[in-house]
Protein backbone atom coordinates (compact mmCIF):
# COMPACT_ATOMS: atom_id res chain seq x y z
CA UNK A 1 0.00 0.00 0.00
CA UNK A 2 1.34 3.66 -0.79
CA UNK A 3 2.91 5.30 1.81
CA UNK A 4 3.13 9.15 2.10
CA UNK A 5 6.15 9.57 0.00
CA UNK A 6 4.33 8.59 -2.78
CA UNK A 7 2.16 11.73 -3.02
CA UNK A 8 4.92 13.93 -3.21
CA UNK A 9 4.95 14.01 -6.58
CA UNK A 10 1.29 14.60 -6.68
CA UNK A 11 0.32 17.37 -3.99
CA UNK A 12 4.27 18.62 -3.52
CA UNK A 13 6.79 18.17 -0.95
CA UNK A 14 5.35 20.43 1.04
CA UNK A 15 2.12 19.09 1.57
CA UNK A 16 3.33 15.90 2.87
CA UNK A 17 6.05 17.47 4.83
CA UNK A 18 2.57 19.47 6.61
CA UNK A 19 1.41 16.37 7.54
CA UNK A 20 4.41 15.08 8.95
CA UNK A 21 4.21 18.14 11.29
CA UNK A 22 0.64 17.85 12.23
CA UNK A 23 1.56 14.23 13.05
CA UNK A 24 4.09 15.29 15.29
CA UNK A 25 2.36 17.64 17.09
CA UNK A 26 -0.12 14.75 17.69
CA UNK A 27 2.46 11.57 18.33
CA UNK A 28 1.19 8.43 20.00
CA UNK A 29 -2.36 10.09 20.29
CA UNK A 30 -4.61 6.88 20.72
CA UNK A 31 -7.51 7.44 17.55
CA UNK A 32 -10.21 4.62 17.31
CA UNK A 33 -12.56 5.02 14.55
CA UNK A 34 -15.58 2.91 14.21
CA UNK A 35 -18.10 2.33 11.14
CA UNK A 36 -20.40 -0.28 10.29
CA UNK A 37 -18.10 -2.52 7.56
CA UNK A 38 -14.70 -3.33 6.86
CA UNK A 39 -15.52 -4.19 2.83
CA UNK A 40 -17.69 -1.93 0.87
CA UNK A 41 -18.81 1.71 0.91
CA UNK A 42 -16.53 5.29 0.69
CA UNK A 43 -16.67 5.11 4.56
CA UNK A 44 -14.73 1.70 4.48
CA UNK A 45 -12.53 2.83 1.23
CA UNK A 46 -11.56 5.83 3.47
CA UNK A 47 -10.22 3.82 6.31
CA UNK A 48 -8.49 1.52 4.42
CA UNK A 49 -6.23 4.30 3.30
CA UNK A 50 -6.32 7.16 6.37
CA UNK A 51 -5.40 4.13 9.44
CA UNK A 52 -1.97 3.30 7.75
CA UNK A 53 -1.29 6.98 6.75
CA UNK A 54 -2.15 7.99 10.34
CA UNK A 55 -0.28 5.43 11.58
CA UNK A 56 2.40 6.97 9.30
CA UNK A 57 2.83 10.14 11.17
CA UNK A 58 3.07 8.70 14.93
CA UNK A 59 -0.91 9.04 15.45
CA UNK A 60 -1.49 5.63 17.01
CA UNK A 61 -4.71 5.15 14.83
CA UNK A 62 -6.58 2.01 14.90
CA UNK A 63 -10.19 0.64 13.27
CA UNK A 64 -13.20 -0.84 14.45
CA UNK A 65 -15.86 -2.33 13.46
CA UNK A 66 -19.52 -2.61 14.98
CA UNK A 67 -21.78 -6.14 14.72
CA UNK A 68 -25.23 -6.41 14.57
CA UNK A 69 -28.19 -8.84 13.67
CA UNK A 70 -29.86 -8.87 10.54
CA UNK A 71 -33.01 -6.87 12.21
CA UNK A 72 -30.19 -4.16 13.43
CA UNK A 73 -28.71 -3.70 10.29
CA UNK A 74 -32.28 -3.93 8.86
CA UNK A 75 -33.05 -0.96 10.87
CA UNK A 76 -30.09 1.07 10.89
CA UNK A 77 -30.82 0.92 6.72
CA UNK A 78 -34.39 2.07 7.28
CA UNK A 79 -32.62 5.03 9.28
CA UNK A 80 -30.13 6.00 6.76
CA UNK A 81 -32.93 6.54 4.47
CA UNK A 82 -35.14 8.01 6.44
CA UNK A 83 -32.76 10.59 7.07
CA UNK A 84 -32.22 11.27 3.19
CA UNK A 85 -36.15 12.01 3.10
CA UNK A 86 -37.53 8.37 2.77
CA UNK A 87 -41.07 8.63 5.37
CA UNK A 88 -40.63 5.97 7.81
CA UNK A 89 -42.10 5.20 11.22
CA UNK A 90 -39.89 4.42 14.07
CA UNK A 91 -41.29 2.56 17.39
CA UNK A 92 -40.43 1.95 20.86
CA UNK A 93 -39.22 -1.57 19.59
CA UNK A 94 -36.72 -0.05 16.86
CA UNK A 95 -35.12 1.92 19.81
CA UNK A 96 -35.07 -1.80 21.70
CA UNK A 97 -33.13 -3.43 18.72
CA UNK A 98 -30.81 -0.16 18.42
CA UNK A 99 -30.06 -0.20 22.29
CA UNK A 100 -29.62 -3.71 22.20
CA UNK A 101 -26.88 -3.39 19.66
CA UNK A 102 -25.60 -0.49 21.42
CA UNK A 103 -25.31 -2.46 24.35
CA UNK A 104 -23.44 -6.08 22.80
CA UNK A 105 -20.90 -3.40 20.72
CA UNK A 106 -19.39 -1.60 24.06
CA UNK A 107 -19.44 -5.32 25.63
CA UNK A 108 -16.96 -6.18 23.15
CA UNK A 109 -15.42 -3.01 21.57
CA UNK A 110 -11.94 -1.36 22.77
CA UNK A 111 -12.61 2.40 22.73
CA UNK A 112 -9.49 3.31 24.87
CA UNK A 113 -8.65 5.81 22.90
CA UNK A 114 -7.87 9.73 23.61
CA UNK A 115 -10.60 10.29 20.65
CA UNK A 116 -13.12 7.56 19.32
CA UNK A 117 -14.41 8.76 16.12
CA UNK A 118 -17.26 7.51 15.41
CA UNK A 119 -18.48 6.93 11.54
CA UNK A 120 -22.77 7.62 10.84
CA UNK A 121 -25.35 6.72 12.49
CA UNK A 122 -25.30 3.09 13.07
CA UNK A 123 -22.36 2.91 16.01
CA UNK A 124 -23.50 6.66 17.03
CA UNK A 125 -25.06 4.94 20.19
CA UNK A 126 -21.81 3.94 21.64
CA UNK A 127 -21.79 7.43 22.84
CA UNK A 128 -23.03 6.29 26.15
CA UNK A 129 -19.25 5.07 27.02
CA UNK A 130 -17.80 8.58 27.33
CA UNK A 131 -18.44 9.74 30.40
CA UNK A 132 -16.79 6.44 31.99
CA UNK A 133 -13.82 6.62 29.52
CA UNK A 134 -13.89 10.55 29.89
CA UNK A 135 -12.22 11.06 26.32
CA UNK A 136 -13.29 13.32 23.17
CA UNK A 137 -16.22 11.77 20.91
CA UNK A 138 -16.44 12.88 17.55
CA UNK A 139 -19.22 12.16 15.45
CA UNK A 140 -18.56 11.59 11.58
CA UNK A 141 -22.17 12.34 9.30
CA UNK A 142 -21.02 11.43 5.74
CA UNK A 143 -24.32 11.69 4.81
CA UNK A 144 -27.26 14.28 4.06
CA UNK A 145 -28.89 15.16 7.06
CA UNK A 146 -30.96 18.63 6.23
CA UNK A 147 -33.92 16.97 4.88
CA UNK A 148 -34.89 13.69 6.85
CA UNK A 149 -38.19 11.89 7.22
CA UNK A 150 -40.06 13.26 10.77
CA UNK A 151 -38.90 11.31 13.38
CA UNK A 152 -35.40 9.86 11.36
CA UNK A 153 -33.36 13.08 12.92
CA UNK A 154 -34.86 12.67 16.50
CA UNK A 155 -34.22 8.91 16.42
CA UNK A 156 -30.05 9.85 16.38
CA UNK A 157 -30.23 13.95 18.13
CA UNK A 158 -30.09 13.03 21.23
CA UNK A 159 -27.47 10.49 20.55
CA UNK A 160 -25.41 13.42 18.50
CA UNK A 161 -25.83 15.90 20.73
CA UNK A 162 -23.95 14.59 23.49
CA UNK A 163 -20.68 14.35 21.33
CA UNK A 164 -17.82 17.24 21.36
CA UNK A 165 -18.00 17.38 17.60
CA UNK A 166 -19.82 16.83 14.54
CA UNK A 167 -18.42 16.37 10.73
CA UNK A 168 -20.24 17.26 7.85
CA UNK A 169 -19.29 17.16 4.34
CA UNK A 170 -20.83 20.73 3.00
CA UNK A 171 -22.75 23.31 5.00
CA UNK A 172 -25.72 21.78 3.10
CA UNK A 173 -25.83 18.44 4.17
CA UNK A 174 -25.69 19.60 8.01
CA UNK A 175 -28.19 20.97 10.55
CA UNK A 176 -28.27 22.79 13.24
CA UNK A 177 -26.89 21.48 16.56
CA UNK A 178 -25.74 22.95 20.01
CA UNK A 179 -22.24 21.28 19.66
CA UNK A 180 -19.73 22.81 17.28
CA UNK A 181 -20.12 21.12 14.10
CA UNK A 182 -16.93 21.24 11.33
CA UNK A 183 -17.05 20.83 7.75
CA UNK A 184 -14.38 18.03 5.51
CA UNK A 185 -15.60 17.10 2.42
CA UNK A 186 -14.91 13.86 1.30
CA UNK A 187 -12.02 12.53 -1.34
CA UNK A 188 -10.54 10.08 -3.87
CA UNK A 189 -7.66 8.64 -3.78
CA UNK A 190 -5.23 9.30 -6.07
CA UNK A 191 -3.34 6.12 -6.35
CA UNK A 192 -5.91 3.55 -5.66
CA UNK A 193 -6.97 1.46 -8.52
CA UNK A 194 -9.95 3.69 -9.53
CA UNK A 195 -7.69 7.04 -10.04
CA UNK A 196 -4.26 5.92 -10.53
CA UNK A 197 -2.24 6.26 -14.03
CA UNK A 198 -2.70 3.22 -16.34
CA UNK A 199 -0.77 2.53 -19.41
CA UNK A 200 -2.24 2.98 -22.69
CA UNK A 201 -2.60 -1.13 -23.36
CA UNK A 202 -4.63 -1.18 -20.21
CA UNK A 203 -7.12 1.14 -21.19
CA UNK A 204 -7.09 -0.86 -25.02
CA UNK A 205 -7.50 -3.66 -22.91
CA UNK A 206 -10.65 -2.72 -21.48
CA UNK A 207 -12.36 -1.10 -23.76
CA UNK A 208 -11.52 -4.35 -25.81
CA UNK A 209 -13.45 -6.55 -23.14
CA UNK A 210 -16.56 -4.25 -23.20
CA UNK A 211 -16.75 -4.06 -27.18
CA UNK A 212 -15.93 -0.32 -27.73
CA UNK A 213 -13.98 1.07 -30.72
CA UNK A 214 -11.69 4.23 -29.80
CA UNK A 215 -11.99 5.45 -33.20
CA UNK A 216 -14.85 8.24 -31.96
CA UNK A 217 -15.30 10.28 -29.36
CA UNK A 218 -16.91 8.41 -26.52
CA UNK A 219 -19.40 10.14 -24.14
CA UNK A 220 -19.54 8.01 -20.63
CA UNK A 221 -21.54 8.63 -17.61
CA UNK A 222 -20.40 5.89 -14.48
CA UNK A 223 -22.91 5.23 -11.77
CA UNK A 224 -25.42 2.57 -10.44
CA UNK A 225 -28.21 2.42 -12.27
CA UNK A 226 -30.63 4.13 -10.51
CA UNK A 227 -33.19 6.79 -11.24
CA UNK A 228 -31.75 9.88 -9.49
CA UNK A 229 -28.57 9.91 -11.60
CA UNK A 230 -31.11 9.71 -14.82
CA UNK A 231 -29.70 7.46 -16.63
CA UNK A 232 -32.80 7.35 -19.59
CA UNK A 233 -32.27 11.22 -19.48
CA UNK A 234 -28.26 10.92 -20.45
CA UNK A 235 -29.16 8.44 -23.41
CA UNK A 236 -32.03 11.07 -24.28
CA UNK A 237 -29.01 13.57 -24.52
CA UNK A 238 -26.75 11.58 -26.35
CA UNK A 239 -29.34 10.88 -28.98
CA UNK A 240 -30.09 14.56 -29.73
CA UNK A 241 -26.26 15.65 -29.37
CA UNK A 242 -25.16 12.76 -31.78
CA UNK A 243 -27.48 14.02 -34.31
CA UNK A 244 -25.07 16.92 -34.62
CA UNK A 245 -21.50 15.38 -33.69
CA UNK A 246 -21.08 11.86 -34.11
CA UNK A 247 -20.39 10.05 -30.93
CA UNK A 248 -20.68 6.43 -28.80
CA UNK A 249 -21.44 6.52 -25.37
CA UNK A 250 -20.91 4.02 -22.49
CA UNK A 251 -23.40 3.87 -19.28
CA UNK A 252 -21.27 1.89 -16.83
CA UNK A 253 -22.83 0.89 -13.62
CA UNK A 254 -22.69 -1.57 -10.43
CA UNK A 255 -24.41 -4.98 -10.65
CA UNK A 256 -28.11 -4.52 -9.40
CA UNK A 257 -28.63 -8.15 -8.20
CA UNK A 258 -29.49 -7.41 -4.36
CA UNK A 259 -31.78 -3.71 -5.67
CA UNK A 260 -35.10 -5.03 -7.30
CA UNK A 261 -34.94 -1.00 -8.42
CA UNK A 262 -32.22 -0.90 -9.91
CA UNK A 263 -32.71 -3.81 -11.49
CA UNK A 264 -35.90 -2.53 -13.32
CA UNK A 265 -33.92 0.99 -14.50
CA UNK A 266 -31.12 -1.30 -15.89
CA UNK A 267 -33.91 -3.22 -18.00
CA UNK A 268 -35.41 0.57 -19.00
CA UNK A 269 -31.68 1.65 -19.42
CA UNK A 270 -31.48 -1.22 -21.57
CA UNK A 271 -34.56 -1.02 -23.35
CA UNK A 272 -33.78 2.59 -24.66
CA UNK A 273 -30.75 1.76 -25.59
CA UNK A 274 -31.94 -0.67 -27.82
CA UNK A 275 -30.12 -1.87 -30.93
CA UNK A 276 -28.22 1.47 -30.95
CA UNK A 277 -24.74 0.49 -31.99
CA UNK A 278 -23.34 3.50 -30.70
CA UNK A 279 -24.27 3.11 -27.06
CA UNK A 280 -22.88 0.68 -24.57
CA UNK A 281 -24.33 -0.94 -21.29
CA UNK A 282 -22.20 -2.14 -19.20
CA UNK A 283 -22.83 -3.91 -15.68
CA UNK A 284 -19.77 -4.23 -13.57
CA UNK A 285 -18.78 -6.11 -10.65
CA UNK A 286 -18.50 -3.70 -7.64
CA UNK A 287 -14.63 -4.23 -7.17
CA UNK A 288 -14.00 -3.45 -11.10
CA UNK A 289 -12.04 -0.25 -10.08
CA UNK A 290 -9.24 -0.94 -13.07
CA UNK A 291 -11.87 -0.73 -15.28
CA UNK A 292 -13.60 2.31 -14.61
CA UNK A 293 -10.80 3.74 -13.90
CA UNK A 294 -9.78 2.90 -18.32
CA UNK A 295 -13.16 3.54 -19.38
CA UNK A 296 -13.06 7.24 -17.43
CA UNK A 297 -9.60 7.78 -18.91
CA UNK A 298 -10.62 6.49 -22.53
CA UNK A 299 -13.70 8.95 -22.07
CA UNK A 300 -13.78 12.17 -24.43
CA UNK A 301 -16.88 13.91 -22.22
CA UNK A 302 -18.14 12.58 -18.84
CA UNK A 303 -21.02 13.11 -17.56
CA UNK A 304 -23.09 12.75 -14.54
CA UNK A 305 -26.43 13.98 -14.80
CA UNK A 306 -27.85 13.43 -11.33
CA UNK A 307 -31.27 14.22 -10.02
CA UNK A 308 -30.12 13.82 -6.80
CA UNK A 309 -26.67 13.20 -5.37
CA UNK A 310 -24.81 13.30 -2.49
CA UNK A 311 -21.07 14.47 -2.43
CA UNK A 312 -20.86 12.73 -6.30
CA UNK A 313 -17.39 12.38 -5.77
CA UNK A 314 -17.32 10.39 -9.24
CA UNK A 315 -17.18 13.32 -10.89
CA UNK A 316 -14.07 14.56 -8.89
CA UNK A 317 -12.59 11.11 -10.64
CA UNK A 318 -13.10 12.01 -13.83
CA UNK A 319 -11.46 15.47 -12.91
CA UNK A 320 -8.89 13.89 -11.47
CA UNK A 321 -8.37 12.68 -15.05
CA UNK A 322 -8.44 15.78 -16.67
CA UNK A 323 -11.79 14.99 -18.15
CA UNK A 324 -14.43 17.84 -19.30
CA UNK A 325 -17.24 16.81 -16.98
CA UNK A 326 -21.05 18.01 -17.49
CA UNK A 327 -22.64 17.54 -14.01
CA UNK A 328 -26.06 18.16 -12.92
CA UNK A 329 -26.34 21.25 -10.61
CA UNK A 330 -27.31 19.11 -7.12
CA UNK A 331 -25.79 17.91 -4.06
CA UNK A 332 -21.84 18.31 -3.45
CA UNK A 333 -21.54 18.78 -7.53
CA UNK A 334 -21.41 22.58 -7.34
CA UNK A 335 -18.42 22.42 -4.70
CA UNK A 336 -16.59 20.34 -7.37
CA UNK A 337 -17.40 22.22 -10.11
CA UNK A 338 -17.47 25.63 -10.99
CA UNK A 339 -19.86 26.30 -14.35
CA UNK A 340 -17.43 27.03 -16.82
CA UNK A 341 -14.55 27.15 -14.91
CA UNK A 342 -13.74 23.57 -14.05
CA UNK A 343 -16.64 21.82 -15.84
CA UNK A 344 -20.25 22.22 -16.93
CA UNK A 345 -23.73 22.26 -14.70
CA UNK A 346 -26.51 21.72 -16.33
CA UNK A 347 -30.56 20.95 -15.19
CA UNK A 348 -31.97 19.40 -17.94
CA UNK A 349 -31.67 17.25 -20.70
CA UNK A 350 -31.88 19.71 -23.61
CA UNK A 351 -29.05 21.63 -21.72
CA UNK A 352 -26.81 18.84 -21.11
CA UNK A 353 -27.12 17.95 -25.06
CA UNK A 354 -26.45 21.22 -26.00
CA UNK A 355 -23.12 20.78 -23.90
CA UNK A 356 -21.79 17.55 -25.13
CA UNK A 357 -22.06 19.19 -28.60
CA UNK A 358 -20.04 22.06 -27.55
CA UNK A 359 -17.12 20.36 -25.80
CA UNK A 360 -16.85 17.70 -28.61
CA UNK A 361 -17.05 20.72 -31.12
CA UNK A 362 -14.31 22.95 -29.09
CA UNK A 363 -12.10 20.12 -27.69
CA UNK A 364 -9.61 23.15 -26.78
CA UNK A 365 -12.37 24.99 -24.41
CA UNK A 366 -12.96 21.30 -22.80
CA UNK A 367 -9.37 20.65 -22.83
CA UNK A 368 -8.99 23.80 -20.34
CA UNK A 369 -12.03 22.71 -18.28
CA UNK A 370 -10.49 19.21 -17.93
CA UNK A 371 -6.76 20.85 -16.57
CA UNK A 372 -8.87 23.41 -14.17
CA UNK A 373 -11.27 20.70 -12.63
CA UNK A 374 -7.72 18.51 -12.04
CA UNK A 375 -6.16 21.65 -10.38
CA UNK A 376 -9.21 21.92 -7.98
CA UNK A 377 -9.50 18.12 -7.22
CA UNK A 378 -5.77 18.62 -6.80
CA UNK A 379 -6.17 21.21 -4.26
CA UNK A 380 -9.30 19.94 -2.06
CA UNK A 381 -10.57 16.70 -2.76
CA UNK A 382 -7.36 14.36 -2.61
CA UNK A 383 -6.99 11.98 0.19
CA UNK A 384 -4.20 13.91 1.51
CA UNK A 385 -6.35 16.74 2.80
CA UNK A 386 -8.40 14.57 4.04
CA UNK A 387 -6.07 13.49 5.98
CA UNK A 388 -5.18 16.99 7.32
CA UNK A 389 -8.69 18.31 7.77
CA UNK A 390 -9.06 14.81 10.25
CA UNK A 391 -6.02 16.03 12.22
CA UNK A 392 -7.08 19.36 12.47
CA UNK A 393 -10.50 17.93 13.91
CA UNK A 394 -8.30 15.88 16.22
CA UNK A 395 -6.47 19.20 17.28
CA UNK A 396 -9.81 21.36 17.85
CA UNK A 397 -10.89 19.40 20.50
CA UNK A 398 -7.80 20.41 22.56
CA UNK A 399 -7.77 24.29 21.30
CA UNK A 400 -11.39 25.01 21.17
CA UNK A 401 -12.31 28.53 20.98
CA UNK A 402 -9.54 30.28 19.72
CA UNK A 403 -9.40 31.51 15.83
CA UNK A 404 -5.50 31.74 15.40
CA UNK A 405 -3.85 28.46 17.27
CA UNK A 406 -0.32 28.71 17.52
CA UNK A 407 1.01 25.35 18.05
CA UNK B 1 -22.25 40.71 8.68
CA UNK B 2 -22.90 42.92 11.14
CA UNK B 3 -22.83 39.68 13.78
CA UNK B 4 -20.61 37.19 12.62
CA UNK B 5 -17.44 36.81 14.46
CA UNK B 6 -14.13 38.66 12.56
CA UNK B 7 -13.15 35.21 12.21
CA UNK B 8 -16.12 34.24 9.64
CA UNK B 9 -15.34 37.75 7.77
CA UNK B 10 -11.67 36.90 7.22
CA UNK B 11 -13.06 33.31 6.25
CA UNK B 12 -14.82 34.37 3.68
CA UNK B 13 -12.67 36.82 2.48
CA UNK B 14 -9.54 34.46 2.16
CA UNK B 15 -10.38 30.92 1.89
CA UNK B 16 -11.26 31.26 -1.81
CA UNK B 17 -7.29 32.00 -2.37
CA UNK B 18 -6.86 28.93 -1.42
CA UNK B 19 -8.77 26.39 -2.54
CA UNK B 20 -9.82 27.52 -5.93
CA UNK B 21 -6.46 28.91 -7.33
CA UNK B 22 -7.21 28.28 -10.63
CA UNK B 23 -9.70 30.58 -10.57
CA UNK B 24 -7.78 33.41 -9.09
CA UNK B 25 -7.09 36.50 -9.96
CA UNK B 26 -10.81 36.45 -9.26
CA UNK B 27 -13.10 36.25 -7.69
CA UNK B 28 -11.07 37.30 -4.68
CA UNK B 29 -13.87 36.75 -1.92
CA UNK B 30 -16.99 34.55 -1.60
CA UNK B 31 -19.24 37.65 -0.93
CA UNK B 32 -18.51 38.99 -4.14
CA UNK B 33 -18.98 35.46 -6.14
CA UNK B 34 -22.36 34.58 -4.41
CA UNK B 35 -24.01 38.26 -5.06
CA UNK B 36 -22.79 37.95 -8.41
CA UNK B 37 -23.19 34.53 -9.73
CA UNK B 38 -26.27 33.62 -7.64
CA UNK B 39 -27.91 36.62 -6.83
CA UNK B 40 -26.75 37.96 -10.23
CA UNK B 41 -26.14 41.38 -8.90
CA UNK B 42 -23.35 42.22 -10.99
CA UNK B 43 -22.78 45.42 -9.89
CA UNK B 44 -22.71 44.87 -6.79
CA UNK B 45 -20.91 41.90 -7.11
CA UNK B 46 -17.74 43.87 -8.90
CA UNK B 47 -17.69 46.74 -6.08
CA UNK B 48 -17.88 43.78 -3.20
CA UNK B 49 -14.73 42.36 -5.44
CA UNK B 50 -13.09 45.24 -5.96
CA UNK B 51 -12.49 46.10 -2.27
CA UNK B 52 -9.14 46.48 -2.00
CA UNK B 53 -8.43 44.37 1.43
CA UNK B 54 -4.80 45.80 1.68
CA UNK B 55 -5.96 49.20 2.36
CA UNK B 56 -7.24 47.85 5.91
CA UNK B 57 -5.03 47.13 9.23
CA UNK B 58 -7.51 45.35 10.74
CA UNK B 59 -10.36 42.32 9.85
CA UNK B 60 -12.92 45.05 11.55
CA UNK B 61 -12.31 47.69 9.32
CA UNK B 62 -13.00 45.30 6.30
CA UNK B 63 -15.73 44.09 7.67
CA UNK B 64 -17.28 47.38 7.54
CA UNK B 65 -16.14 48.72 4.40
CA UNK B 66 -17.99 45.63 2.75
CA UNK B 67 -20.85 46.29 4.78
CA UNK B 68 -20.95 49.81 3.35
CA UNK B 69 -20.95 49.00 0.12
CA UNK B 70 -23.90 46.24 0.68
CA UNK B 71 -25.70 49.42 3.00
CA UNK B 72 -25.19 51.91 -0.39
CA UNK B 73 -26.94 49.06 -3.09
CA UNK B 74 -29.68 48.26 -0.35
CA UNK B 75 -30.24 51.71 0.08
CA UNK B 76 -30.71 52.90 -3.56
CA UNK B 77 -32.33 49.03 -4.42
CA UNK B 78 -35.91 48.02 -4.70
CA UNK B 79 -36.62 44.55 -6.35
CA UNK B 80 -33.72 42.71 -4.41
CA UNK B 81 -33.89 38.84 -5.54
CA UNK B 82 -33.59 35.87 -3.19
CA UNK B 83 -31.35 33.33 -4.07
CA UNK B 84 -32.46 30.07 -5.51
CA UNK B 85 -33.56 27.09 -2.65
CA UNK B 86 -30.21 25.39 -2.20
CA UNK B 87 -27.93 28.13 -2.87
CA UNK B 88 -28.15 29.75 -0.22
CA UNK B 89 -25.00 31.90 2.00
CA UNK B 90 -24.08 29.49 4.68
CA UNK B 91 -21.60 31.64 6.77
CA UNK B 92 -18.73 29.73 8.31
CA UNK B 93 -15.47 30.26 10.41
CA UNK B 94 -12.33 29.04 9.75
CA UNK B 95 -9.57 28.26 12.43
CA UNK B 96 -5.57 28.64 11.78
CA UNK B 97 -3.26 26.28 13.05
CA UNK B 98 -0.06 28.06 13.04
CA UNK B 99 3.67 25.22 13.20
CA UNK B 100 6.45 26.27 12.74
CA UNK B 101 7.68 24.29 9.51
CA UNK B 102 11.31 24.14 11.08
CA UNK B 103 12.82 26.17 8.39
CA UNK B 104 14.47 28.79 9.16
CA UNK B 105 16.80 31.34 7.53
CA UNK B 106 19.33 33.90 8.44
CA UNK B 107 20.46 35.88 5.20
CA UNK B 108 18.94 36.53 1.52
CA UNK B 109 19.72 33.80 -0.31
CA UNK B 110 18.55 30.82 2.28
CA UNK B 111 15.39 33.23 2.42
CA UNK B 112 14.85 32.64 -1.53
CA UNK B 113 15.93 28.77 -0.56
CA UNK B 114 12.88 28.60 1.95
CA UNK B 115 10.42 30.67 -0.35
CA UNK B 116 10.72 27.75 -2.51
CA UNK B 117 10.48 24.83 0.15
CA UNK B 118 7.72 25.90 2.21
CA UNK B 119 3.95 24.80 1.65
CA UNK B 120 2.11 27.29 0.22
CA UNK B 121 -0.18 27.61 3.34
CA UNK B 122 2.88 28.93 5.36
CA UNK B 123 3.47 31.93 2.64
CA UNK B 124 -0.62 32.31 3.07
CA UNK B 125 -0.07 32.65 6.94
CA UNK B 126 3.00 34.97 6.96
CA UNK B 127 1.28 37.35 3.90
CA UNK B 128 -2.34 37.47 4.98
CA UNK B 129 -3.20 36.12 8.25
CA UNK B 130 -0.10 38.05 9.69
CA UNK B 131 -1.23 41.44 8.11
CA UNK B 132 -4.81 41.46 8.49
CA UNK B 133 -5.64 38.82 11.05
CA UNK B 134 -3.16 39.34 13.76
CA UNK B 135 -3.37 42.82 13.03
CA UNK B 136 0.56 43.22 12.87
CA UNK B 137 0.00 45.58 10.54
CA UNK B 138 2.71 44.52 7.98
CA UNK B 139 3.43 41.33 6.21
CA UNK B 140 6.04 39.16 8.10
CA UNK B 141 8.22 39.34 5.11
CA UNK B 142 8.25 42.44 4.85
CA UNK B 143 9.06 43.41 8.36
CA UNK B 144 11.67 40.73 8.78
CA UNK B 145 13.61 41.98 5.66
CA UNK B 146 13.37 45.58 6.82
CA UNK B 147 13.99 45.05 10.73
CA UNK B 148 16.24 42.02 10.98
CA UNK B 149 18.31 42.59 7.33
CA UNK B 150 17.80 46.26 6.96
CA UNK B 151 16.61 45.48 3.15
CA UNK B 152 14.34 48.81 3.22
CA UNK B 153 13.65 48.46 -0.68
CA UNK B 154 12.90 44.80 -0.42
CA UNK B 155 10.78 45.01 1.98
CA UNK B 156 8.76 47.91 0.45
CA UNK B 157 8.71 46.19 -2.81
CA UNK B 158 6.78 42.91 -1.07
CA UNK B 159 4.45 45.25 0.61
CA UNK B 160 3.58 46.96 -3.06
CA UNK B 161 2.63 43.14 -4.28
CA UNK B 162 -1.50 43.34 -4.09
CA UNK B 163 -1.22 39.14 -2.99
CA UNK B 164 -4.74 39.20 -3.41
CA UNK B 165 -4.33 39.51 -7.30
CA UNK B 166 -2.53 36.46 -7.53
CA UNK B 167 -3.03 32.47 -7.28
CA UNK B 168 -0.40 30.51 -4.61
CA UNK B 169 1.84 29.39 -6.43
CA UNK B 170 1.82 32.64 -8.46
CA UNK B 171 2.71 34.31 -5.40
CA UNK B 172 5.67 32.47 -4.36
CA UNK B 173 6.91 32.99 -7.87
CA UNK B 174 6.56 36.32 -7.46
CA UNK B 175 8.37 36.84 -3.95
CA UNK B 176 11.24 34.67 -5.15
CA UNK B 177 11.46 36.96 -8.05
CA UNK B 178 11.82 40.19 -5.83
CA UNK B 179 14.57 38.18 -4.29
CA UNK B 180 16.68 36.78 -6.55
CA UNK B 181 16.29 40.27 -8.34
CA UNK B 182 18.05 41.69 -5.20
CA UNK B 183 20.69 39.09 -4.49
CA UNK B 184 21.54 39.51 -8.49
CA UNK B 185 22.38 43.82 -7.77
CA UNK B 186 24.13 42.69 -4.70
CA UNK B 187 26.66 40.47 -6.93
CA UNK B 188 25.80 37.62 -3.77
CA UNK B 189 23.22 35.56 -6.25
CA UNK B 190 24.98 32.11 -5.46
CA UNK B 191 22.45 29.20 -6.11
Not at chain 1, 38 to 50: K, Q
Not at chain 1, 82 to 103: C, S, V
Amino acid sequence: MAGLEEYKPIVGAGVVEELRILGNRLRNRRVVNVNSTRVGGGVAEILNRLVPLLQEVGIDARWEVIRGTQEFFDLTKRMHNALHGKPDTFTAQDREIYNTATEDNLASLDLGADIVFIHDPQPAGLIRARRELGNKWIWRCHIDVSAPAPGAWEFIAPLVEKYDLAVFSAPQFSRELPIPEVLIAPSIDPLSDKNRELRESEIEQVLQRIGVRSDKPIVTQVSRFDRFKDPLGVIDAFKLARERVDCQLILVGGSATDDPEGAQVLKEVRERAADDADIHVVDLPPTSNVEINAIQRASTVVIQKSLKEGFGLTVSEALWKGKPVIAGAVGGIPLQITHKYSGILTHTVEGTAFWIKMLLSAPEFAARLGENGREHVRNNFLLTRHMRDYMLAFLLLETQGESVVEL
Amino acid sequence: MRTVPGAVIYHHTHHFLVQHQYLSPEPPNDFAYWVSNILLEERLGEELAAVDVLRFQTVRDLRNALIQVIQGFLDSSSNLRTAPPGEEFHFMQSVSYVIPTGIRVANLAEFRDGLERVSLSSIAYHMFDARLRLERGDNDFSRWLEHSLGEQRLADAFRKVDPYTFTQEGLRRRLISLVSQRLKEDGSGRA
